[in-house]
């Protein structure tokens, strides 16, 4: 079953490449954008401690860390998942998902993964590239385990961003067009990328146990940063992942069970 599923995905890439490669101008003018928007969003790093020498623990190169971890979820995000969810609603819309429910495999799993953005790939590796500058401004040597824990708890955080979006995304089987609901919780990764301690009150708590983007990316920048408070951070995370995961599965069989095709 696994190498059924491998190969099946192997193929997805295949696909996935060659389109990129038909259209060579589009995939590099992406990859130029969010460059710059990166560029952007670091600048801003730049501006904002001019006038302040920390927020909260976090001083400015410890920032620029969770800003680079930040755009590397991100992207990776975009790479794996992003324009899959998109196009949840489409599928439904138009009838391709009577289609993808015949195939002899997961329809989730086909649904989630069959897009690849491999401009994305690039754009994550200048997130690995900034993470780099700033532990050397830190003076910080991340050993294996800390790399190795920073990893793992990135592959957490894709699985919150996905089961979250996923299960937003199933909701054009009541709606039929939920695009918006979905880019708008794309928009929310922006608040990930700002330090946990520069928020207070219901807003900090709605965006670590409801929408969990400040755990996201916090959590790992604080590993590579040895800013670890408690251990506690990782187990909430990892919670947080096996939680968004089981009620988008929840949901999803909830949704596709009402489906009845487009042309009914």
Not at 193 to 222: C, I, K, W, Y
């Amino acid at each position: 079953m696994l190498k059924h599923y491998a190969a099946i995905y192997a193929e997805f890439w295949r696909n996935g490449l060659i389109r990129e490669m038909g259209f060579k101008a589009n995939f590099i003018m992406w990859i130029i954008v969010e460059l710059l928007w990166f560029a952007l969003q670091l600048t801003f790093v730049s501006v904002l401690f001019l006038h302040t020498e920390s927020i909260g623990s976090w001083t400015k190169w410890e920032v620029v860390m969770l800003y680079g971890a930040s755009h590397f979820i991100q992207q990776l995000f975009t790479a794996f998942f992003l324009t899959n969810c998109v196009q949840v609603s489409e599928h439904i819309r138009t009838g391709k998902l009577d289609f993808l429910l015949l195939l002899p495999a997961s329809t989730r799993f086909l649904l989630s993964l069959r897009h690849v953005d491999f401009g994305s790939f690039v754009n994550a590796a200048s997130a690995v590239a900034v993470m780099a500058v700033a532990a050397g401004k830190l003076g910080l040597a991340p050993t294996v385990a800390q790399v190795a824990g920073f990893l793992a708890l990135v592959a957490i955080g894709l699985l919150i961003h996905y089961s979250l979006m996923f299960a937003l995304a199933c909701v054009s089987f009541w709606s039929v067009r939920a695009q918006g609901i979905v880019w708008g919780y794309y928009n929310l990764f922006n608040i990930a990328r700002q330090p946990d301690e520069a928020f207070r009150g219901l807003f900090r708590a709605v965006f670590t146990f409801v929408l969990p983007m400040l755990l996201v990316s916090n959590v790992p920048a604080r590993v590579l940063a040895d800013k670890m408070r408690s251990p506690l951070d990782l187990l909430l995370l990892a919670a947080m992942g096996a939680a968004c995961f089981g009620v988008s599965q929840v949901f999803w069989r909830v949704s596709v069970r009402r489906y009845t095709s487009a042309s009914s």
